[in-house]
């Protein structure tokens, strides 16, 4: 047995209650796991790359949070359970005291979620780690991005901007005296994925997307893909008392709820008839709603506030940036 | 839209036709597939990394084959139909000159198994791939590693050893002037994956693994998985006549085909009374296949060469040594 195995043993296999889904887990040369009839798979992937998504000296326990947090966010988009999960680990060497608090945290989530690990890889090389989530949707329910409609109420999960304060601190510890400092860098990385709100939504929303690049960038591939345009109350956004006191001002905290990236809060579209609906299925989950605008026909993309059209020059993410 | 989304839509999407099974593929929070009732899924995560798996100066398009065909040999050493890919690529920056050849041979390959890419990641960091590929297998005749018994035959698909002498030529070219130098190096990262070879034992075949950390390594957790043990005859492992010329010496090349990783080869165990049928399936694939062995009673490893125990010291392959 090698290095690696014994790596995989000891961290990462028997943490976990077995699924009844999963026919075979690790231990082969692959996962099997069972679909139920009448139930699609989603999938989703994403990479966390140290330097890039955390810093290399980042709290193991927080980073592994945040890489399934931010993946298992994409099956909440889509209204999809969780139900697995397979994880790619590149280490530049088997280092025991970062991988235990990472594993903790790991399963710890995983387990909230009954998202079981069945399967991945790990491998030598600078840090990084790839997830691929999977959960199960009735295909003709699923939340997509192309159903918006004109007319359709835009609402958004939670609070917005905090996450953008927290990287702010990450990147310049000067800050940290700043009012909330360490709470909003907690919320940086522990965000809470929205997948009970995705249930909810399911048959009742038209369209939705999860916030990773910013409100300002995320939803306009719902606008592209529904062929619609829309219009933002940005007074309407939802700011968190500590975020408005980080920054100073309030205008200052719209401007990082239109563009703070790695949010995990949900963005979905409601038609006028299914409103009462929502907002009763969504009190039972205890998130807190917000209405911030509504669909319009394609080609309008206006943000305003106070009645005024907006003139800030905004951007969202991009890691090539 | 952000330069990384420029990337996704200009190499990866719309590269191939739509499986029917795909609902969704990229442009959605998630990739939605549906399962055929009465088939399970087989699912496989393997990571490259720029300097581990493959220098960083090497031939895209054969980086490409080699990471995709990693994978696929996974689907095939449990029997499983190519399905699905998520892709995700770290990158230092958006390099065109690496993505065209690399996309091109990576859709080449796909097609050929009519695989399709359903979704994925693009990071900036260090060079690496990571791939989750999915397949679609019956589970009750899924070829795992824990069904050998004593008595079973072992049996080995091609040459082994040829991708060891193809590694030692990638990271000596001095050895380049010895035979079949670039023959080997090929066969090191343009291996093919034996899906119709595994799908040919499905019923058959009583365990299969694929030898990615050479046969040396993987065959044991073939016996460890079903608790028995074997009995190999080494002169009977296929070697090619090319991996002779290059080592220069028979017994040499038997120590390669033993040792060799990344084959991609299979080794699976035939229980008697199927020898005769999985000799005429495989003879309808055209794949060579080569009986080395047989299994033996737990606690058993025997190594023999012409009567003889071996008394090499070998080791298979281990990232992190």
Redesign the interface.
Known sequence: ????FN?IEKYFVGRQQQRKDV??AA?????????P?GL??????????????FLPDANPAWVAHKALASNIS??A??G?TPA?V???L?MP??DEAWLAPFCDAFFQLADYFGIQL????T????L?L?L?V??L?A?EK?????GASVGDWIYVTGDLGDSKAGLDVILNRELERKPFASELEQRHYLSTPRVLVGQALLGLASA???IS?GLI?DL??ILQ?SQVGASIDVSKLPVSNELVQFVGNPEVALQYALTSGEEYELCFTVPEQNQGAIESALAHCGAKVSCIGQIRPQGTFDLHLHGEALNWSLS??????
Chains 1, 2 share one sequence.
Do not use: N
């Open positions: 047995m090698s290095g690696e790596l026919l075979l231990g082969d040369d692959c996962a099997l796991v069972q679909v009839q699609s798979v989603a999938i989703s992937t994403d990479t966390l790359v140290a330097g890039t998504h994409d099956l988009a889509m999809a697995w397979s994880f790619a590149t060497e088997p069945i399967g991945g890889d491998t030598k090389g600078p990084s790839t691929t999977q959960g949707v295909p699923a939340l997509r991005r192309d939705a997307i999860d690049d960038s306009p591939h893909r969202g993410y991009d890691h090539f940036k």
